[in-house]
């Protein structure tokens, strides 16, 4: 089974321009989270969706959208992309989003803005 | 504010115990989770404590005191596996996570 896929691994950026990395699940989860992990931090919320069609604002949103048209797809999208946005990107899902279930988490996709 | 705090790293030798300790302030308090996450890998869950005591798992372990805001993981029988980071998080009133910055704990033979 896939669990959950991103895309891509990694990625070299311009500042400036824009990109969306995507996320996928077959696991039919109704909540999907993206995350930021720095060195030194913890994970950073940076928006959430608790079902298809709902989607709200982490910890850091600034700087980034979010859309969930389906229960399987929750991209991620910077409009405009800045060397602060380098980090590894981290999609994860789980059943509901009561927070006594698991959060299952892609492999991550590593961004460097230059 | 709030805050989750784990030491940064810890080194232990196989075959040993070792106890990876995380205080908690959070506005609310809904569960506390540990998470592992091998070096390039993506976290996977170890375990979920809402209430106070200890919950065992095999070699794993966790303990959750929610007056003290304090929390372990506690490892058994340490093989060289083991190797990673362990990451503490909090649900707060929001429900959402706190995430701590994760305890890197090296395993040596």
């Known amino acids: 089974t896939a669990g959950i896929t991103q895309a891509p691994t990694s990625q070299i950026l311009a500042a400036g321009r824009s990109m969306t990395l995507r996320c996928t699940q077959d696991?039919?989860?109704?909540?999907m989270y993206w995350y930021r992990q720095d060195l030194g931090l913890g994970l950073r919320l940076i928006h959430y969706?608790?079902?298809?069609?709902?989607?709200g604002k982490g910890e850091v949103p600034d700087g980034y959208s979010v859309s969930r048209a389906n229960t399987d797809d929750f991209p991620l999208t910077l409009a405009s992309a800045v060397p602060s946005q380098t980090s590894v990107y981290f999609c994860?899902?789980?059943?509901?989003?009561?927070?006594?279930?698991?959060?299952?988490f892609g492999q991550g996709t590593r961004l460097t803005v230059v | 504010g709030q805050n989750i705090d784990q030491p940064t790293e810890m080194t232990a030798t196989e075959g040993a115990i070792v106890q990876i300790n995380c205080t908690y302030q959070t506005s609310g308090f809904n569960g506390l989770f540990w998470y592992q996450q091998h070096a390039g890998e993506a976290p996977t869950f170890l375990s979920y404590n809402v209430l106070d005591g200890l919950e065992e798992k095999g070699r794993f372990s966790s303990f959750l005191s929610r007056s003290k805001g304090y929390s372990y993981l506690l490892l058994k029988e340490l093989q060289m596996k083991d190797s990673a980071s362990y990451l503490c998080?909090?649900?707060?009133?929001?429900?959402?996570?706190?995430w701590g910055a994760g305890t890197k704990l090296i395993i040596k033979p």
């Open positions: 696991m039919r989860h109704n909540a």
């Open positions: 969706s608790n079902t298809a069609g709902t989607t």
């Open positions: 994860a899902s789980s059943d509901s989003a009561d927070l006594n279930t698991e959060a299952f």
């Open positions: 998080a909090a649900g707060d009133s929001n429900y959402q996570l706190i």
